[in-house]
């Protein structure tokens, strides 16, 4: 574990390296940067196995110190930042080797394959920070590799404004975030996850400032993991190449929001009403989202409210103290979204549109039909499948933890969830082609690859459940309840999510599907939240930048135009001294002269 | 009034010099201009003369400088004038007020 710094830098290398000699390697970029991120699955793997023999590793370096603060960087390997450590690796490697073939041919290739990985290198850095101000650069460093993706076809426009909104609206969270660290400088006089957990421990933090600072902390993480209301940016964000949104915005950078939570966990369950906050919120944007995703006729969008309604379980078991329920969660739905969204960049590949009911029997292509409903199945929480293993996890912890409105909203959202899944495969896969001009082809070979594995592992990390509870508790000096729950559980969630199946057969199947969206328009429009915050914070804040930006051309512009133009009235002025006539010259040069004599005279002789 | 020779020199020196700097200033001829500074330095070697015989420490300096600053104020007239020949066969003007070509 001492070598787990080197896991970063890989990809680190990958970065700089593409971004000096990417114009000469072009294609062969891709090779390059999978290398390196291979490099760095492998010494996850190593790592990962150490910690199993091991304790937690902490390793810390004194960066700079100003007068009597210290600030030190370091790492250190958890159970649980282990077990980040090789997700996120894993993930960003089969992005990688799927990009190779889906970017073939950009003329950005490589700097696509740079943001890669300087994203890798954020994302790695921050699941091993030692202390919270170090985890805030990372933090804003995930948020710029998001940044640069997203906005990586930038002759859009609407690239480009996704982009910026993804930015901004995360930095909203972020100020909660800093507010955060600020009060824990303040309290606890260090910036080191240790020695708040310490303080909290012992009880010397009072338990308003506590609560203050877990809400703070979970505004950053409503911005960056997309719940309501921040979650606007992630539909728009699909604007970016689709290995992008699997990377970012399903597997990685959305989940720091939840594992940020998890990472300061003993601050939350310090707290009673930050937990029943997190819960609620969570439960909350879990069925909005998953409304939404019911009216959503782009493939991609279905896919990202699904994400933001994925996160809000992960929250609502965080928030009932379902620790290992939620990282369950995260891992399951780490490999089954990035699966489903590569499968839709091959479905979007192979149909060349991302509207669903421009689609149709794309049964056909095998390989990615069949990954595709690989995750829809697992995403709907069918028996077998991980999501259900994770699923039953998330129910099993809210039904303990008394919230029965919460548990009963928990299991309407699974049937939305299973309904717009299969809405959508039942309009894009079976049935008749829409356009019979396109011939159906399948996929080039490495995407299918790296579908396959994605598939195969995302079948196998649901039988982790077990080993997992015992791997994360080896973290913590007090253990977990895990009851075990009440035997109909399992059975009223199959209920659930295959009612979700049968409605959407109904509505959906080839031969009763409507050929256009005739969807609600309220849910489409995502209850017109964005255009509410068009009308009102962003004209607000267009506002305030349209006062001052008249301040500083008039005022300011005026105020150093003014000294400007003084200067040059003060010489024009002088130059009426210059007549060209001698006479004046020679009388100004006396009565200067007189001058002088005169003050001569006046100091008595000398000056 | 004072009787004291010295102080009557001066005074005629400071007239002499006062009417050549009226002229050097306010004439509109330029011959009649380098005229009046020719009467400046007159003045001027008027006061070294009027020193050098009655002056607190009388000696022969003051009338030897004069003879050095008469043929210096020679040499500058004949420079002087000849430069107005140069001008006046440019402008055809002697008027004085006509040699602004350097105002801004």
Redesign the interface.
Known sequence: MQVAWIIPLFPFVSFILLLLLGKRLKEKSGMVASLLVSLSVLASFFVFYERGSGDTFVREVSWFSIGEVDISVGYQITALNALMLVIVSVISLFVHLYSTAYMKGNERFSIYFAYLGLFTFAMTSLVMTTNILQLYVFWELVGLGSFLLIGFYFEREKAKAAAKKAFIMTRIGDVGLFVAIVLIYLHVGSFSFHELFQRVENGTLSSSVVTTIALLIFVGAIGKSGQFPLHTWLPDAMEGPTPVSALIHAATMVAAGVYLVAYVYPLFLASETALTVVASVGAFTAIFAATIATAQNDIKRILAYSTISQLGFMMLALGTAGYVAAIFHLTTHAFFKALLFLAAGSVIHIVHTQNIFQMGGVKDVRWTSATFVIGALSLSGIPLFSGFFSKEEIFLSVWESGHYTLFWIAMITAMLTSFYMFRLVFLVFPGEKKDREIRYVESPAMMKWTLGIVAAASILVGFIGHFLSDWLESDFTSAFTHAEGPWWMPVVSTVFSVAGILIAYQLYRPSKAPKESSTNRLLERGYYLDEAYNRTIVAFVKGIAKITSVIDRYVIGGLVATIAQSVVWLGKRGAYAQTGKTQHYGAVAFFGLTILLVIYVWMGGYW | MTSSPLALYLMLALVLFCIG?YG???KRNTVI?LISIELMLNAANLNFIAFSKYGPNPSLFGQVFSLFSITIAAAEAAVGLAILMAIYRQRKSVH??D??????
């Open positions: 700097m050097a200033l306010m201009v004085i007020d040699y602004d070509s350097l105002k801004h």
